[in-house]
């Protein structure tokens, strides 16, 4: 869709607009953190990163904005993603049957030796092809990995660098399951898939809201498109200087004041729900000149349940597994 078929105050219904279900495109300062510890591993040599989340983080927008990333400042290194939930293992035979799933393999027959050096052979493969020494694996909902499941990995880790490859891995798994978890495998596994850990946040202050919401902001519309997610929220408005990053002080204070001050972090996801509601609720006030303040924020949030998902994310997250770069 180009510039010439919208009109330029045309609004367009929320269930049409990306902001309702394309959020993955929207970069948060948690996610530039995370992925420059993320790129920091793969430059230094490390072997792993794991990433714990809390519930509301926005674990899985993160993954899939994150392999989008590294996609394009890392061109040459194949990324295997794999969502330990889909299955669980109850064999080494079917350990590496749901792994080669995972790649996409066709052949999925075989004893346990067969299934392994498949698996093995297909990473060494994917590399060579892409021509590099590097491949990355995605590990999401890592907290339900049995010690055995690791040590499955843990194997092929220990094949493909025989082949001169290596398997960078970053574990994505919820708090408070995740540590937990990993507090039950071994020294040997905890070294190779834990050798840095860090937490994925969410949104601590004004400033991180003002990221959200200029992206927001500034967001194309479509391809071709000069029109901004904003634009075609509250075009009228837009179109006499209205932002919303100019909402970040109210919301915030809105935030703070329905949690008592307890809002150490808003969960991402949360934040992205009550701008959700706050466009719906007042989308159709649209016009030249309009303004709000700090109430107008008070029934998105509560909408939201901003305050309830606060009191999940403090609950659930943990500072020893913080870092910070």
């Not at 080494?92 to 049957?97: A, T």
């Not at 919301?251 to 307890?262: K, L, P, Q, S, Y």
Request: aromatic share 10%; with cysteine.
């Amino acid at each position: 869709m180009s510039t010439n078929d919208i009109d330029t105050f045309k609004r367009i219904p929320n269930h049409l607009h990306p902001l309702f279900k394309d959020v993955d495109a929207i970069g948060t300062a948690a996610l530039d953190e995370l992925f420059t510890m993320l790129c920091l591993a793969i430059d230094t040599g490390s072997k792993s990163l794991a990433i714990a989340a809390p519930t509301g983080a926005g674990k899985t927008c993160a993954i899939q904005r994150i392999t989008a990333e590294l996609a394009t400042v890392y061109p040459n290194v194949p990324v295997i993603i794999y969502n330990t939930l889909n299955f669980q293992a109850t064999s080494v035979r079917g350990f590496f049957i749901h792994f080669l799933e995972s790649l996409g393999h066709a052949v999925l027959s075989g004893e346990t030796g067969r299934l392994r050096s498949r698996v093995v052979n297909f990473i060494i493969d994917l590399a060579r092809q892409a021509g590099t020494s590097i491949v990355i694996l995605m590990v999401d909902e890592a907290q339900v990995m049995f010690p055995e499941d690791v040590n499955f990995l843990k194997d092929v880790f220990n094949e493909l660098q025989k082949g001169r490859v290596r398997l960078v891995t970053f574990m994505f798994g919820e708090l408070p399951g995740f540590p937990n978890m990993v507090a039950t495998w071994s020294d040997s596994v905890r070294a190779r898939f834990v050798a840095h850990r860090t937490v994925l946040r969410g949104v601590k202050n004004v400033e991180d809201l003002k990221r959200i919401l200029r992206e927001i902001d500034i967001a194309a519309f479509s391809v071709g498109s000069d029109r901004t997610w904003t634009s075609t929220l509250f075009p009228k408005a837009y179109a006499g200087g209205f932002r919303l990053v100019s909402q970040a002080e109210n919301f915030f204070a809105c935030v703070t004041r329905e949690t008592r001050g307890h809002a150490s972090e808003i969960p991402t996801r949360a934040a992205f729900n009550a701008i959700r509601a706050f466009v719906g609720m007042h989308g159709d006030k649209d016009a030249a000149g309009l303004s709000f303040t700090q109430e107008d924020w008070v029934a998105p949030v509560r909408w939201a349940e901003v305050a309830e998902a606060v009191a999940v994310f403090n609950r659930n997250s943990t500072q020893d597994w913080a870092l910070t770069i």
